[in-house]
Structures are given as structure tokens and as C-alpha cells.
């Protein structure tokens, strides 16, 4: 399985910006992909994900309301929108990828499959 993260950059606090997660092209049918971020100096935390069969998503407390995984199932692809950003969003922003599970897991070690990352920044 391979990922890759696009769509970062540098914006201003109240901008948005939508990540791209492209994937290696399998049906993706049985998997969960999620998105985690990890700011320096701090652990990598789960943002939001979503199960593929059925679209079933979940999104961090931190995030709910602001941002929105989607996939297309035609592109093999996960997005991130990400409205109202704030600097706290600042972060290396990660895809991932695990067979699907009951539950859709928050954890970044229930995750089998990472992409490199991509760069937000957002000015205050």
C-alpha cells in the first residue's frame, strides 16, 4: 500500500486549505484511511478518518466543524478540507492506512500504512 499526501502550505489564520491523500491504486474497499498531524515537539494525533465501504467518518473534538474527510472512490483518493484554520493547526499532516477494523480507529499504532507527510503552516 502506498500513500501520498499532498496540499500543503502556508496560509492565514481563517484560510483553508484541502489535502490530498493518493493512494497505490488497490480497491481500498476493506480499509479504514485516516488523517493524523503531528506539530514539533509534540506526539502525532489523530485528525479524522474514514471507512471506506460505507463512508463512515470520525473527526477529532479539536477539528469537528471545521474539517471534513471525504474520499473519491473513482480517484483512489482521501481528502482533508480544512476551513477556519488557526494556528494551532500547524503541523506535518500524514495519511494512513489499515484493513478495516469493527471500529475506525483514532490511535497513530493501529494504522499499518503512512505516507510521507505534508506541511501546514498557518500564520497568525
Known amino acids: 500500500v502506498q500513500l501520498q499526501a499532498s496540499g500543503g502550505g502556508l496560509v492565514q489564520a481563517g484560510d483553508s486549505l484541502k489535502l490530498s491523500c493518493a493512494t497505490s491504486?488497490?480497491?481500498?474497499?476493506?480499509?479504514?484511511l485516516g488523517w493524523f498531524r503531528q506539530a514539533p515537539e509534540k506526539e502525532r494525533e489523530f485528525v479524522a478518518a474514514?471507512?471506506?465501504?460505507?463512508?463512515?467518518?470520525a473527526h477529532a473534538d479539536s477539528v469537528q466543524g471545521r474539517f471534513t474527510i471525504s474520499r473519491d472512490n473513482a480517484k483512489n483518493a482521501v481528502y482533508l478540507q480544512m476551513n477556519s484554520l488557526k494556528p494551532e493547526d500547524t503541523a506535518v499532516y500524514y495519511c494512513?492506512?489499515?484493513?478495516?477494523?469493527?471500529?475506525?480507529?483514532?490511535?497513530?499504532?493501529?494504522?499499518?500504512?503512512w505516507g510521507q507527510g505534508t506541511q501546514v503552516t498557518v500564520s497568525s
Open positions: 494512513a492506512a489499515v484493513v478495516i477494523t469493527i471500529h475506525i480507529p483514532i490511535r497513530a499504532y493501529e494504522y499499518d500504512y
Open positions: 474514514i471507512r471506506w465501504s460505507d463512508g463512515r467518518t
Open positions: 491504486g488497490r480497491p481500498f474497499t476493506r480499509y479504514v
